[in-house]
């Protein structure tokens, strides 16, 4: 990328695409204990757990304390399943609570 419009070009293809909704597991390598979550953007989840595990922030106080007993290193991020491009916006929020809790008893993971 080395003209305006290219890199112009590439802002707008970034901001134009969807984000895709779905279920993750974090897994602690150290402990082998997993925890599960769902959401709407699997990218930005995978950027906050990141963010939020380096800065000491996580909501989760359990993971977050593994992840201070043993640092980020010791934590990967798998995305379980990704929902369908077409569903209705209304049956997503539903749809991910029950994945959650699929994933959660089929992995016995922890939820985030």
Same mark, same amino acid.
């Given at each position: 990328?080395?003209?305006? !419009? $290219?890199?112009?070009?590439? &802002?707008? *293809?970034?901001?134009e695409?969807? =984000? ?6 974090? %897994?602690?390598?150290? &402990?082998?204990? &997993?925890?599960?979550?769902? &959401?709407?953007?699997?990218? #930005?989840?995978?950027?906050?757990f990141?963010?939020? !595990?380096? +800065?000491?922030s996580?909501?989760?106080? #359990? @993971?977050?304390?593994?992840?201070? #007993? %043993? ?13 369908? $491009?077409d @569903?209705? =916006?209304? #049956?997503? =929020?539903? +749809? @991910? *609570?029950?994945?959650? !809790? %699929? ?7 922890? =939820?985030?």
């Amino acid at each position: 990328m080395n003209s305006s !419009a $290219d890199r112009k070009e590439a &802002t707008r *293809k970034f901001k134009e695409r969807k =984000p895709i909704a779905g279920a993750f597991a974090v %897994h602690c390598t150290a &402990t082998g204990r &997993t925890w599960v979550g769902c &959401t709407p953007n699997l990218d #930005a989840a995978r950027n906050h757990f990141s963010f939020a !595990a380096r +800065l000491g922030s996580h909501p989760n106080s #359990a @993971l977050q304390a593994e992840c201070q #007993a %043993h640092g980020e290193q010791s934590f990967r991020f798998e995305i379980l399943e990704k929902l369908d $491009d077409d @569903l209705l =916006p209304l #049956a997503v =929020p539903d +749809l @991910l *609570k029950a994945k959650k !809790a %699929h994933w959660v008893a089929h992995l016995v993971a922890l =939820p985030i």
